[in-house]
């Protein structure tokens, strides 16, 4: 995530805790993270429509999620 400080991302993985534990605390406040209380194209909408560089992680992005308009800079 350092290396893409000024670009949107996406992680796709079953360790969310784990990431967030082991990150930097500035690369930890990117981080939009998709919850079972909250409709996942709303944090994907939030996501895409911010305007600082966040980061989306998610254990559940493999299927359905178009990367139109290259949403993320890196994934």
Known sequence: MS???KGKGIIHTSGIEFHQRNM???NARRLLVTDPDIQRDEVISQHANA???TVLISPSLHTGL???NELPDFK
């Open 3 to 5: 290396l893409h400080a």
């Open 24 to 26: 930097s605390q500035p």
């Open 51 to 53: 305007i600082k560089p």
């Open 66 to 68: 178009d990367l139109k």
